[in-house]
């Protein structure tokens, strides 16, 4: 029968110490459902405070557990692994968190719909991508996946406030419904793909499927097709969160939809988990998948051919947009295929570390430029949705000059300019590729690129070189955008001038 | 203890399970008198003749108090079995079990300032 272990043999068995920074931030999270309840009219200076010191809390608590950068250790019997890998997610993720609850607080007050719920559901799925960062276990990816998505459905269909005329603007649920319904589609897809890699392998645990995996491959049974079709499901499912085409349908409906601090938050929150939990199971588990030939992983074709349809369809797309929401929307389409480009060079044998640390490096710039480039965006929109489009910022370098300069950068870090965060992340990416032998899906990236500029070009070309039609705009934003802003612009410019800063920090990283 | 025999209590179960409620309404449909009227055959709802279309809106408090229910209702499953194994169970399972109730509460403090349990 089964012994229940004592509380110190479980803490010190599981080693729970080192899922303090996810477990920590749930705790806290649940506290603050009950300080929100009864903050009474004091909640709306009160759940956003919590909220900070919430991610306060658990970034020293990350700092503490991962301080030992090198060593590797797993947690909950092999459930959670707590690597350099995590840690530096954990930080991304973090970061990410804190920019859109400052962005919060002033969009909701604008809005009318400042509810401490906002708060709390921000962090919960904040706290799902950290697990999913950490998941060493499919059945752990899937229960982190539905953590991160489920309040994030929540959160897009928030802003049920009325239009001018009075009426409910219905994008906001929309949006919610649409990710909603496609979301749970595509985490049947993941489920099933779990269990079929489970039925060939007979095990969930990721490091436990690479020992499996030559058994299986070798024997050309039904067992190896279970294990193909399953790693096929399992990109699909994962396919559909970090939205790379041909899943990416609901993207631009939902972004535009949503509100705009959530936009930003799950256009970088849910394409980390996804792109962790990606990495992880192909390059850690299923990197033995391999075809006779030159030591290439057998999924690395699919993953490059998804990758460049990304990058053209992303890019093409986005130059036609006329909304800026849905412009970042199509934008962030692009930069998954990025990092998808980066995951497809992990296929190679050898490269796999190399091809690691640039996707993680382009998931940090990626990170302060969108949050960046969605809090300009903001800044200038109306509350019911309107004036988010790519007219409504002609003129303002004129009546903003700050914020004109600032959306310039975060415009020039989105197409890969030099002496910007983009760039590092572009140039370690395109890296990787060349090394890994991916010559021709760089050169996609590369143009691409160059595509990429026209409509991020026209951003700055409007804001600087058209006159403005009538009045100035009204500043909008209060000390806590211009702080998220700030921070934004800061992480952009260090990581970008100082080059070596980025590629130090993820040089202890290594999942293969 | 075999593993195979502890599946098997779960397959014996799975079987009874559904022939056990079965079989009473077969044995009443063996031996029960066939006398159909018009009246009979008609559809019935709690003694009164059903008004209108069953396709209805329900007011979404409804819903509400179903999904407080049925929270309390799995909380009840979850801590049936806790319950039982009381004595052989050492500190651990005491305080897993009260951190799920601590959930649990959270949630229904939360539903409770919300509002949620007066009928408006």
Partial sequence: MFESPTIAEFVTQSNLASTLPGTLLVAWTLLLVLVDLFAGDEREHWTPLGACLGLGVSFVANLFVYAPAADQQTALYGMFIADAFTGFLNIVILVATLLAVLMSRDYLMRAGIHRGEYYILTLLSSAGAMFMVAANDLIVVFVALELLSIPLYILAAFRSIKNDGGELALKSEESGMKYFILGAFSSAFLVFGAALVYGASGTTNIPQILEVAPAVVDAASSATFYLVVGTALLIVGLGFKVAVVPFHMWTPDVYEGAPTPVTALMSVTAKIGGFAALLRILVTALSVLLLVDGGVAAWQTTISIIAALTLVLGNFVAISQRNLKRMLAYSSIAHAGYIMVALAAAGTAGSADSATQGALVYILAYMFTNLGAFAVVMTIERVDGGGGNIDDITGLARSRPLLAMAMTIFMLSLTGIPLTAGFVGKFMVFAAAVQAGLVGLAVIGVLTSVVSAFYYMRVVVNMYLRDSSGELLPALETVYVRWAINIALAGTLIFGIFYPLASNLVSMVSIA | ?120
């Fill in chain 2, 1 to 120: 203890m075999n593993v195979l025999n502890e599946w098997a209590f779960i397959g014996m179960f799975a079987v009874l399970a559904p022939i056990f409620p079965a079989l009473p309404i077969v044995i009443a449909w063996l031996f029960r008198p066939r006398k159909p009227n018009v009246l009979k055959s008609s559809t019935y709802e709690c003694g009164v003749e059903t008004i209108g279309d069953t396709w209805v809106q329900f007011r979404v408090q409804y819903y509400i108090y179903g999904l407080i229910f049925l929270v309390f209702d799995v909380e009840m499953v979850f801590l049936f079995p806790w319950a039982a194994a009381y004595n052989e169970m050492s500190l651990f399972g005491f305080v897993a079990g009260f951190l799920f109730i601590f959930l649990l509460t959270d949630a229904l403090f939360y539903a409770w300032q919300k509002n949620a349990l007066e009928w408006k």
